[in-house]
C-alpha cells in the first residue's frame, strides 16, 4: 500500500510543477488522496471503534506510536488550516461547522503539543463518527481548493500577516513540537503546501494509522487459541488474514461479519446462543441455511464443507489438509476447490499429508 501510494506521489509531484502537466497532476494528486481516503473508510466500516483509542507501539518514537484516532484528526486538522487559513484565506471547516463541539475535544490545535498520555486520553474522548464527519468535510473541502487551482496559483507565497494571525491564534500550539509548523508553512509557496501536507503528511500518517491497526489485529490473532472460525474456515487459511483478528476476538473484520451489528454475524451469534463452539458441533449443521450459510453462497458452501469435515475428522486434520492444499493452490483457489469438490478434497489432501 505504501509502495503504491509513493509512486502516485512521486509521479504528481514531477507532473504539477510543469505547465503542460498541470492538469495531469492534479489528477493523479486527487487519485493518491482518493485511495487513502477510501482506505481509512474501508477501516471505519468493519474494526472496532475501541481500537481507534489504542497505543500498541506506545514506546516507539515513531507516527505509529499514537492513536489511529489521532492519526486521521492530525491529517486533517492540518490540512483544514493550511487549506483554509492559508491558501483560500476564508473560514476553515472546523469554526464554520462547530466541530470542537462536536468532536467533544478541548482543543483547537492540530494535536503536535501533546505527549503520548495526552494523546491516548484524547483519542478515548473524540466522537468518532463525528471525526469522520470531519475528514469527509475537510477532504472534500480540500478537493474542491485542488480542482480549482491554476498554474499560476503555484508560485503565491503566504502572506506575512498569517504567520502573525497563527501564532496568535489557537491553531497552532507555541509549544516547541508545534510552533515550528507555523514557519515551516509560511516559508512556502502553494506548490510546497500541496507537496505538504496535502500528499506526504496524509502518506505518513495513513502509514502509522494502518501499522497500528494490524498490530490490534495481529495481537488479537496471537490471543485467539482457536484459530478456526464458528462456519468452519480456518484462519490460518484465509485471504482476509492480514485483516482481520478472527470472529473469536474483538477485531473480527469478516467482510460478512461486518454487515451485521458489532461485527456478530448471524452464525456467530447463533452458535453463541446455543452453547456451540462451532457450527462444527451443532446437529442441524447439514440442513442450515443461516446467515453465511444460507443457499447458494459459495463461500458458506466451503465454510459448511469445512465444518463437515471437523465433525468427521476433527480440526488438527482441517489444518493438515488446508497445509497441503496450500503446497499448491492460493487460499481463495483453495476455497472454491472445497466448495466444488465438498468433502472428498479435503479427504484427499488430509491423506496426503498423513502419508508424509
Ligand atoms: S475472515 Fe473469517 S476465516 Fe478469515 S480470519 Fe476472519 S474470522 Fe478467520
Ligand atoms: S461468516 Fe461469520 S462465522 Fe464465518 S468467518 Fe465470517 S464472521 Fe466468522
Ligand atoms: S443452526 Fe446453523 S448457524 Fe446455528 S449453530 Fe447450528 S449450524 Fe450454526
Not at 187 to 201: A, I, Q, T, Y
Not at 222 to 245: A, D, P, Q, R, Y
Request: proline share 2%; with cysteine; net charge positive.
Amino acid at each position: 500500500m505504501g509502495k503504491e501510494y509513493n509512486e502516485l506521489n512521486k509521479r504528481f509531484q514531477t507532473l504539477i510543477s510543469k505547465k503542460e502537466s498541470f492538469e495531469e497532476g492534479k489528477e493523479i494528486l486527487l487519485e493518491l488522496r482518493k485511495n487513502m481516503y477510501d482506505m481509512l473508510m474501508l477501516v471505519k466500516k468493519g474494526f472496532n471503534p475501541t481500537g481507534f483509542s489504542l497505543m500498541p507501539f506506545k514506546n516507539s518514537n515513531g507516527y505509529e506510536s499514537k492513536t489511529m484516532a489521532y492519526s486521521i484528526y492530525h491529517i486533517i486538522r492540518i490540512e483544514d488550516i493550511v487549506c483554509h487559513t492559508l491558501i483560500k484565506n476564508d473560514e476553515q471547516v472546523f469554526e464554520k461547522n462547530d466541530y470542537q463541539k462536536r468532536l467533544g475535544i478541548d482543543i483547537k490545535s492540530t494535536g503536535n503539543e501533546l505527549n503520548k498520555e495526552e494523546v491516548g486520553l484524547f483519542s478515548k474522548k473524540i466522537n468518532l463518527s463525528e471525526l469522520y464527519n470531519y475528514l469527509n468535510d475537510v477532504y472534500s473541502e480540500s478537493n474542491k481548493m485542488i480542482k480549482e487551482l491554476k498554474f499560476d496559483d503555484l508560485k503565491k507565497k503566504i502572506s506575512p500577516m498569517k504567520k502573525d494571525y497563527l501564532l496568535n491564534s489557537s491553531y497552532v500550539s507555541n509549544n516547541e513540537s508545534a510552533v515550528w509548523l507555523i514557519d515551516y508553512w509560511c516559508n512556502k509557496n502553494v506548490l510546497g503546501l500541496l507537496k505538504m501536507p496535502f500528499s506526504r503528511h496524509w502518506i505518513m500518517h495513513v502509514d502509522a494509522f494502518l501499522k497500528i491497526k494490524n498490530k490490534l489485529i495481529q495481537n488479537a490473532k496471537k490471543e485467539t487459541k482457536n484459530k478456526i472460525s464458528v462456519c468452519g474456515f480456518s484462519c490460518n487459511h484465509c485471504f482476509l488474514s492480514m485483516w482481520c483478528g478472527s470472529c473469536r476476538s474483538e477485531y473480527n473484520c469478516c467482510s460478512y461479519g461486518t454487515l451485521f451489528e458489532s461485527n456478530v454475524c448471524p452464525n456467530v451469534k447463533c452458535a453463541k446462543e446455543k452453547g456451540y463452539e462451532g457450527c462444527y458441533d451443532c446437529p442441524n449443521l447439514d440442513s442450515c441455511e443461516v446467515g453465511f450459510y444460507k443457499k447458494d453462497n459459495e463461500d458458506g458452501i466451503s465454510a459448511k464443507t469445512n465444518a463437515m469435515f471437523i465433525r468427521q475428522y476433527g480440526k488438527k486434520n482441517l489444518v493438515l489438509a488446508l497445509d497441503e492444499m496450500h503446497k499448491h493452490f492460493d487460499y481463495k483457489k483453495m476455497q472454491e476447490m472445497v466448495a466444488q469438490n465438498k468433502l472428498e478434497i479435503l479427504v484427499k489432501y488430509m491423506k496426503e499429508a498423513n502419508k508424509e
